[in-house]
Nanobody, 114 residues
Framework: QVQLVESGGGLVQAGGSLTLSCAAS????????MGWYRQAPGKQRELVAT???????TYADSVRGRFTISRDNAKNTVYLQMNSLKPEDTAVYYC????????WGQGTQVTVSS
């Protein structure tokens, strides 16, 4: 079994920054893709950023240039550095890790006030 624990969400003013972390633990031999989704109230869950095991990254158009995804393979942890936050970034952010299957974090609330 694999568990993902997220941290780092909170309330921030527009233009501010937050860093989310997601640590995987349990029966892990190797983690392939890792990433972040988010879901705002009344909206579908959307992919924010992904990072492959070799470090290749992809971003949603809405966050490219403002968010940076990274990972520490020794710690089985993925990060999301979020800068220049906007009210429309307000959502619950979910991390995932592709081990034997896709595992999900519990979600962390990010609220950006205008």
């Amino acid at each position: 079994q694999v568990q993902l624990v997220e941290s780092g969400g909170g309330l921030v003013q527009a233009g501010g920054s937050l860093t989310l972390s997601c640590a995987a633990s349990g029966s892990i031999f190797r983690i392939n893709d890792m990433g972040w989704y988010r879901q705002a109230p009344g909206k579908q869950r959307e992919l924010v950023a992904t990072i492959l095991s070799g470090g290749y990254t992809t971003y949603a158009d809405s966050v490219r240039g403002r968010f940076t995804i990274s990972r520490d393979n020794a710690k089985n942890t993925v990060y999301l550095q979020m800068n220049s936050l906007k009210p429309e970034d307000t959502a619950v952010y979910y991390c995932y890790s592709d081990v034997y299957r896709r595992y999900w974090g519990q979600g962390t609330q990010v609220t950006v006030s205008s």
